[in-house]
C-alpha cells in the first residue's frame, strides 16, 4: 500500500518528493488499522463459531448419586445443560434438553453392576421434577459399583447417564419401587427355570452379531416366554473395565420412545412394532461389539413365574 501511494504512479527516473513519502506513511498506518480490525473480526467470528459448535458437542453430564441408610439410591442431573433447560432457543437451547418422557413405560431404566461383574441390578427411579430421581435398592451386596441410567427425551434423542458409588450391603427384605425392579448376583444358586445361551460361539468386534438365549425349564423343556416392558427380552452389555456399555433390546438399541417419536414426526399412520415377539422359547438381540476384550452380558426375559435374569461372557476377538 505504501508503495501504490508513493511511486506506483510516478514516470520513470522520477525522484520520491517527501510529500509522497509522508502520503505513503499514511497509507501503510491506515492500512495496517484496517487489516488488524479485519483480523481481530475474524479472529471473533471464528471464536463464536467454534463456542456454538462446542456447546452443541454431546459430552457426559454431571450426575450425582448417594445411598442412604434406609437403602434408598438418590440420584440427580446436576449439569448446567440441563437444568437451563428452559431458556429460549437463541440463548443455546439444545436438542437434548427436551423433557425426559416414559421408554417401556419406565422414566428411567438405570444398571447398577460392581466393578468385579458379580452383581447387578436393573431398576427404575421414580421422579418428580425430572431432575431428581430416587429408588429402593433390591438386596445386592457390598461394593463399588458402576451406575449407567438410561433416559429419553421427548424428541427421541436417548442418553446414558453415568456415576460411580459405593454401596453397602441392602437389607433382603428392602421394598422395591417398581414392580418390574430385578437383581442379580454370581453365587445365586436358583432351582428353576434358565437360560442356555445359543451362540455366537466367536466374536469379531465391528461385526454384527445375535446374542440369543434359550428359555428352559427345570426338566429343559422349553417355556414360552411373555412380555418383558414391551419387549421380548432385555439385554445388558458391558466391558469388563466397563469401556463399553448398552442396553440392548431384540429390535437393538433403539429404544421404544424414540421410535414412536419418529413415527409421529413423520405422521405416518403405521403403529411401530413394539413388542417384539420371541419365537417359541428363543430371544435374540443383534448387536456389533466396537471393541475387542472381554465383555460380560446380562439377559433378562419373563415367564409366567416372573423375571429370570442370567449372565454370559463373551470374548471379542
Do not use: C
Not at 429343559?220 to 432385555?234: C, K, R, T
Amino acid at each position: 500500500m505504501g508503495a501504490a501511494v508513493r511511486e506506483s504512479v510516478l514516470p520513470a527516473g522520477v525522484g520520491v518528493s517527501a510529500e509522497r513519502k509522508q502520503r505513503a506513511r499514511l497509507a501503510m498506518g491506515g492500512g495496517a488499522l484496517v487489516m488488524l480490525f479485519v483480523l481481530f473480526g475474524g479472529w471473533r467470528w471464528w471464536s463464536a463459531v467454534d463456542e456454538w459448535h462446542r456447546a452443541r458437542l454431546q459430552r457426559p453430564w454431571s450426575v450425582t448419586s448417594a445411598f442412604d441408610s434406609n437403602a434408598t439410591l438418590h440420584f440427580a442431573i446436576t449439569d448446567s445443560i440441563w437444568l437451563r433447560r428452559g431458556i429460549p432457543r437463541s440463548e443455546g437451547y439444545r436438542y437434548h434438553t427436551a423433557p425426559v418422557i416414559p421408554d417401556h413405560g419406565k422414566l428411567m431404566h438405570m444398571f447398577l453392576v460392581r466393578d468385579d461383574q458379580q452383581a447387578f441390578a436393573h431398576i427404575h427411579p421414580a421422579s418428580s421434577d425430572q431432575n431428581n430421581y430416587t429408588a429402593q435398592l433390591p438386596a445386592v451386596p457390598a461394593g463399588t459399583y458402576r451406575l449407567y441410567a438410561d433416559i429419553v427425551h421427548e424428541n427421541g434423542f436417548a442418553q446414558t447417564l453415568t456415576d460411580t458409588l459405593q454401596i453397602p450391603a441392602t437389607p433382603a427384605n428392602a421394598p422395591s419401587t417398581d414392580i418390574d425392579d430385578t437383581r442379580w448376583q454370581a453365587d445365586d444358586r436358583l432351582a428353576g427355570p434358565t437360560l442356555w445361551w445359543i451362540g455366537p460361539k466367536e466374536v469379531m468386534s465391528g461385526r454384527a452379531v445375535e446374542l440369543g438365549v434359550d428359555v428352559v425349564g427345570v426338566n429343559g423343556a422349553p417355556l414360552q416366554v411373555q412380555p418383558y416392558m414391551g419387549m421380548a427380552g432385555h439385554a445388558v452389555v458391558e466391558r469388563k473395565d466397563g469401556r463399553v456399555f448398552v442396553h440392548l433390546h431384540p429390535l437393538g438399541t433403539i429404544s421404544m420412545a424414540a421410535q414412536q417419536a419418529v413415527v409421529a414426526k413423520s405422521r405416518s399412520t403405521r403403529v411401530p412394532h413394539t413388542v417384539a415377539a420371541a419365537i417359541g422359547n428363543r430371544v435374540t438381540f443383534p448387536y456389533a461389539f466396537p471393541e475387542p476384550g472381554q465383555y460380560r452380558v446380562w439377559i433378562q426375559v419373563r415367564i409366567a413365574r416372573g423375571v429370570v435374569t442370567s449372565a454370559f461372557d463373551v470374548t471379542v476377538n
